[in-house]
């Protein structure tokens, strides 16, 4: 259903702000904020504050804050630095003051004490959707060691818990992944989920270099596979946070783009007049069948996935436990 | 304290009988039948019947049903499908009467209907640990077709609904198994959960060469990492039958069991009147520091890893859903 | 330049056959033929007989022999033996007769005697390109059994000397495969190097469902990654079979085929005047930044690679040891 | 041959001299060196200057250079940059003359200008075996991008040509390392080859803390698994550097050992009369079938592989690259 009602599919709340923006000059309801930096780091807000901009957006109320950086996919360590730390402010601005209590976000010295799931969400056999699976594989997880020793095991007066799961997709488990977290909450009772997820943007351009973040949980259809039922707080029971990066482009929306450039380009008058969700069922009519379950990836997709789940494990760590190197002493 | 008390480490009931009956001649409480076939594999009945018997065998009460195939390690097709057939009678044969009847467990032929979690324990990223998470990857999965399509998606009166996990360690999760599984139970409701996990034998003859498979979960210290808080009906919510298969031999064991070796075949005489205990506690005084956590296994482990996952899983399929090959048609 | 000249990107020399006959009723110098059998699995043989035809086609001279079977990507385990005992024989239909004499290549009981090197092309790392790493896993390997125990060690009179390697991409070893495949040819000495690759196709719809065999080796820019420098029997020193399965579609002719489905189905006259590359220069023209490096593939391709490389490796088996089980006896 | 005149396995020659000292007070024809860091780390050279010394040790002529360093197993990022930083200098010191002229090989910051082939042996799919692939995985690749973009790509005046090679294990190939590593040398010619791999020692304190470095190559019966056929510069035709760390101690040697502790600690005066090699053949008879192809290894060998490929990497970067970072410009 959602799937014909927004025919575009783009998991970046930023594109269909620019989509909607495109074709009605803005839309009430929606807040947009976009801050350059020096460093060439764009950093975009969406909020969207009303049921009927939800609807409009195809997208659930809340906050949206990309980070988008032309140079992510470059094999530069400092960068990749740079971004971890932009990134760690992010999450550190929407973390639940009820649980930290108020702290400057901007600065990252600070050491926290919340409880933590990390979930790593997709599959991790598939290049493009294994960018979940692989941030766990670098988090600092630190529950079982406090659980066991202590935080005084860290040298530290305050120290997140910090826990994660990857639920693995459907076809391997015969589980939602809701079902899966949901469990796992139920019985460890984190403060606060956080996802990890790849996502399908609309631009090509944008994937590997573009990092989503919202308090919103992750939305039904989201994804590149199939983690069906929507994970947020009425789902799960306790806040969750999604960070995504946009790793593929669905095959006919590629396709469906290049029919409206095409139609652009030549002034065909006949055509001109469809609106976009004419020109989408054109697209489809033209190419469904063999185009279905397809989806388009750059070549370089290994070496990106494994810089990018340096750089946001990098980030959540930096976010959770503060920006100093932390080593348990058991 | 459980490792005080039992300081000889093994996994194998089997094994434990086998020491119980050297140095005692035997146990109360303990039914030990032995089963020859013509084509070399033996099964082993070992029937914890009290808790006197428990305590002793370090082990709780229950069935501990042990196939032991000389050759299994040998790359013989059909010779790995006879062993799944085997696997797969006892598997049926342990399966909980209150919730597909009653059957002939050794016909095969038969259609169950029961709803199984298959958990796959253990370490991915360790060769002699990744047993339980390569079975899950070779499982025919059926849970989230039958949720959507309805079981006749499989042109079957009956089919089981089969779904599957991969915990991971608590170094990786920072949460207990126990946990995780306690939390998809309850989520997911199965009448039934399978645990498979890589074993530690006393006997490095064993590695690779035997399945048990047992009614009373998994014990505390069992596998060969730390995959505490026992698995179990009590614990879980549902019953438990617990799969393994022994790739190591702790290092210690090793070398315990070559001092008794040593101390017998010299006569040394002022060593003999130490008992057990005492030549362990000899043992670990000679070697503990660098012996601590340290594992045997045999050079060919992956390609022992990669037979052994395929036959259990074939096992487990033919058991749960009938020896005929099953599409989905959606 | 090849990549200007022959812009549709297609490694099928089937589906080359398809669009010049689409284009121009047919090329001198190309025999076609095509033989559907009763289980649904079509083969097709497209020989390239003129240097002219080979020029048009964007293919070399030789032999390419298609099987097409649309139900290959069902998890049907005895259909997929079909297909591999069909593999099986046309890869024996193109084993060169110098070197195995004259047998009857349709049937597979026969031992042969032939040393083969295969040759595992692509990318383990990035899940489509990953074919032909995963069929070398599954490979039945005897060079170093025969020549450590003689073939005697088989039990049979006849038995082939079986190697296999996996080269890597050139973004992990700074190396052309050709230079590691013609020096471990030089040191090794087989008489026949069979690759195996995953390939591009220009047609969704025959991603995972067919195979392609050509005794022309690979030709420049086949592959999903930059295999370049062709491996043929002039450039290795000995024959080469290459076989491969489409498994991607490049981005760029995705969108270039819709644009001409649009163009035709709206009959727009402005633009049916475009020959095939003018067609191709607008696409690359509307889309090119983006989709540069983009390839397209199906959501479940891990799955399907791992299909493949079983009936594959299946195929190459029986093909080169005869159709019944080996063991070495050492 | 090699085996049974060297009983106990060790591939690092620090061992051997150790063993040699104790068993003869110190073998004419071996220099020995030892320096002591402030950070812990120990620097130690042993130097096998004579066919008769060389024999004796079991191990070919040149210079062994060993890092010793307790908490190289600790997960602090710091602490592995400074070992990285000793390994590069060593490295550098063992570095032909002839290829790179006089450098201060103390000092990082020179840059070079060298042709390298490093070579990872092992098995990947083995955990303790994965070392030498996993530093190839992390391994700054360059010589793909110098042959096509020329040095300038770098922005430097000069910029070491470094290519990678995994050859894989004879049962995956069916060949020797050293057919696979010959044949690619005498295509692609480099300057030097250095390999890594994962070693065996005697004493299971220092898996993992010690890395090995000699320009002797790699000795018959090194490494975990069956890489026979010497790599050095006699038979592979340029000179052979060997990275080694061990992971794993013989299972024989572990039992042996204690045996010689508890000989030792009883005083069992009928046994000490035993020599070093009549012990072995005693822990053999007592032992040896069911230990036979079986290693001891730590249970936390999957985080210890992960970093120390790192490290290794890093010190190999830093070696022949110089020590500041780098990218392409391309």
Redesign the interface.
């Known amino acids: 259903m959602m799937e014909e009602a927004y025919p575009i599919r783009t998991d970046l709340a930023l594109e269909s702000q620019e989509s909607m923006k495109k074709d009605r000059g803005g839309l009430k309801g929606v807040d947009f904020q976009e801050e350059k930096r020096e460093n060439g780091i764009t950093i975009s807000t969406v909020v969207i504050q009303t049921e009927n901009a939800a609807k409009s957006m195809g997208k659930p109320r809340g906050h949206y804050i990309t980070i988008e950086a032309p140079e992510m996919e ?5 960068y990749h630095r740079e971004i971890s730390m932009e990134l760690a402010k992010i999450i550190r601005r929407l973390l639940p003051e009820s649980k930290i209590g108020k702290i400057d976000w901007q600065s990252l010295d600070e050491e926290l004490e919340i409880s933590v799931l990390i979930v790593g969400l997709g ?1 991790r ?3 493009p959707d294994a960018l979940g699976p692989r941030v ?2 670098n988090m600092f ?5 406090i659980k066991e020793f202590g935080k005084y095991a860290f040298g530290s007066e305050k120290i997140s ?8 997709v ?7 992944c809701l ?2 977290v ?7 009772k984190p403060d606060l989920v956080i996802t990890v997820d790849a996502l399908a943007a609309r ?3 944008r994937l590997g270099r573009t990092i989503q973040l919202t308090d919103t949980g992750i939305t039904p259809g989201s994804g ?2 199939n983690h069906r039922n929507a994970l947020n707080e009425k789902s799960v029971g306790v806040p969750v946070l999604s960070l995504g990066v946009p790793t593929v ?1 669905d ?1 006919a929306t ?2 469906s ?3 409206t ?2 139609i652009e ?2 002034s ?1 008058s ?2 001109e007049k469809l609106d976009e969700s004419e020109k989408q069922e ?2 489809r009519e ?2 469904s ?3 279905h ?11 990106a996935i494994k810089r990018l789940s340096f750089l946001i494990s990098e980030g959540l760590n930096i976010a959770l436990l503060g920006n100093k ?1 932390k ?1 348990a002493d058991i």
Do not use: Y
């Open positions: 470059e094999d530069d360590a400092g599959n056999e598939v290049t766990i594989d997880i630190t529950r079982h060691i818990k910090i826990s994660g799961i990857v639920p693995g459907m076809a391997q488990t015969g589980m939602e079902e899966i949901r469990g796992v909450v139920n019985e460890t631009n090509a351009k590149i596979g482009v095959a590629i396709v783009d290049a029919m450039s095409l380009a030549m065909l006949n055509l054109l697209a033209l190419l069948p063999q185009l379950g397809m989806f388009v990836t750059p070549k370089d997709i290994d070496a190197e080593t």
